[in-house]
Each structure stands twice: as structure tokens, then as C-alpha cells.
């Protein structure tokens, strides 16, 4: 991190525990440590000898977890950030979709998501007009996006402003419900237009009304690939894709799924000090 973005974040690190050994350790450099691993994707034990010890960086990194206190740093951040946009803190709109990632051999809840073909786990993520995370959770892939919206319940009293939120088609049927009626936003499905299966082709004479028939032909299969930009999906889709800018999230390599969720907020936060550092004071 560069002195503006230690300046921003080192005010909201976690004081050292009253009593006991005082803390000796360069709590930049630990902060450094976790972000050359978040970036470069190695294991904990091939950590450079630049940085403390591997076992403290991870004593830390499993302690903030724990704590909540990777979610913390993170929210005061995004608030900033969304100030300096001219935005209101507390948003009034989001975009919820997930991602499905693969699992490593270190094992740990996993499942099989039939739709991607994809055995690992699911990033279910909350995120604000400008694609910043306003909740995330990780579980197995195996549940449906309908079905894992229960992880909402309680947004609502930390984003009282929320009132509106986009959709794909995974989330319709009793998820969309569930939103409504527990959360009492107002829910739109953001879709690509039905596109046509066949059409209805006259067979002989058309001014000869008597005997024109009409038979139903199948289209060609058209492609499969890209079909464009969705209005409003294509932000949560940009927060993605800033996720795999760490090799450590291309895939999950944690045994717990609340380890990759603060694996999450810690790519975001270094998003955001980047952001918050570069900006004219």
C-alpha cells in the first residue's frame, strides 16, 4: 500500500487486546502480507521473507474474521466512497446475482451446481448502483438462487433506504416473492426478450383465401453465446470480474466459506483505498 492508502485504512485496523504481551508487529506490513497473498494467489507458508512470519499473518487474518472486522473496515470504506460520488451512504437501489466457482481438493462444504456443471461453492452478492458489495454470502452450489435468498433477512434494517432491486431469472418464482413479502422491496427481472422457436409460414396461394394453409416451421438454433449487455446486471457482473483480478478468488481454496467471504471484503478494500487515495482532496 502506498502512504495515502495506509493513511485511509490505518485508523480502522483493530486496537491491540488490553493486557497481555504488547503487540510488536508492523501492522502495515501484516496488512501488506494479506494483500500480496490475496493478489499473487500462493499458499500461506510461501510467503516472501519480506513479511513477518506466515503463522502471524494468518493469526490475524483468522482473528479479523472471526470478528467481523474485515466487513467493518469495508463498510466504512464503501460509505466514503459513495460520498465522494455524491451518493447518499445508505443506497436505495441494488443488483443482487451469485457466482458459481469451483473448490479445491482442501475439501470443505462443496456441491454441484447442475446449471453451470460446476462442483464448488456460490458467491451470492448484494451490490449497490455503482457495484460496490453490500452483502455477500458463500455457501454450497448445490442450493438454487431462489432458494438462498434467506440470506437477505435482516439487510433491510442496515439499508433502510433500499427499496428497489434487479434480478436475473434464477431469483423468480419464490425468490422474487420472498423479496417482496419479507423485505418489502420491490423486485425486477432483468431478462434477454424470448426469442422465437418457429414461425407460422402460408403454403400456397395467398389470394386464394379459400385454399391457403399455414404450417408451423422450426428455426435454425441460433447462437448460444454473448447476447449483449443487460441494463443494470451488467454492474454486478463488473463487481465479478474485479474478483478475479485475485488469483486467491479465481477459485476457493478455503475449507470454510466464511474464509472467502472476508477473502472478498479485503479484495474490495483494496479497491476502495485505491479509489478513496487517488481522488483530489
Known amino acids: ?30 496488512v501488506n502480507a494479506i494483500l500480496y497473498i490475496l493478489r499473487s494467489g ?20 483468522r482473528t479479523w474474521c472471526r470478528n467481523g472486522s474485515w466487513e467493518r473496515m469495508h463498510t466504512v470504506l464503501r460509505e466514503a466512497q459513495r460520498k465522494q460520488q455524491g451518493r447518499e451512504p445508505p443506497p436505495s437501489a441494488a443488483i443482487l446475482d451469485s457466482q458459481t466457482v469451483k473448490t479445491s481438493q482442501k475439501g470443505g462444504p462443496g456441491g454441484y451446481d447442475g446449471g453451470k456443471k ?5 458467491r451470492q452478492v448484494l451490490v449497490d448502483t455503482l457495484g460496490l458489495i453490500l452483502h455477500l454470502k458463500v455457501h454450497t452450489a448445490d442450493v438454487q438462487d431462489r432458494a438462498a435468498v434467506a440470506f437477505l433477512q435482516g439487510v433491510q434494517a442496515r439499508y433502510p433506504r433500499l427499496e428497489h432491486v434487479w434480478v436475473d431469472q434464477g431469483y423468480t418464482g419464490s425468490g422474487k416473492t420472498w423479496m417482496e413479502e419479507h423485505l418489502g422491496w420491490s ?19 395467398i389470394n386464394d383465401l379459400a385454399h391457403l394453409r399455414f404450417e408451423w416451421r422450426r428455426l435454425p438454433p441460433l447462437h448460444t453465446g454473448f447476447r449483449g449487455v443487460l ?40 479497491l476502495l483505498l485505491r479509489r478513496l487515495a487517488r481522488a483530489p482532496s
Open 1 to 30: 500500500m502506498s502512504d495515502e492508502e495506509w493513511a485511509i485504512l490505518e485508523p480502522l485496523i483493530p486496537p491491540a487486546r488490553l493486557g497481555g504481551r504488547p503487540r510488536a508487529v508492523n501492522m502495515r506490513e501484516i
Open 42 to 61: 500462493c499458499q500461506w507458508r510461501m510467503l516472501p521473507r519480506e513479511f513477518p512470519p506466515w503463522s502471524t499473518v494468518w493469526t490475524y487474518f
Open 118 to 122: 460446476i462442483n464448488g461453492r456460490k
Open 187 to 205: 423486485v425486477t427481472v432483468v431478462q434477454h426478450p424470448p426469442r422465437s422457436r418457429g414461425e407460422w409460414v402460408p403454403i400456397g396461394d
Open 231 to 270: 441494463p443494470r446486471r451488467w454492474v454486478v457482473e463488473r463487481t465479478f470480474a474485479w474478483l478475479t483480478f485475485c488469483r486467491r478468488l479465481c477459485k476457493d481454496y478455503e475449507f470454510l466459506p466464511e474464509s472467502s467471504e472476508s477473502w472478498i471484503y479485503a479484495s474490495q478494500i483494496r
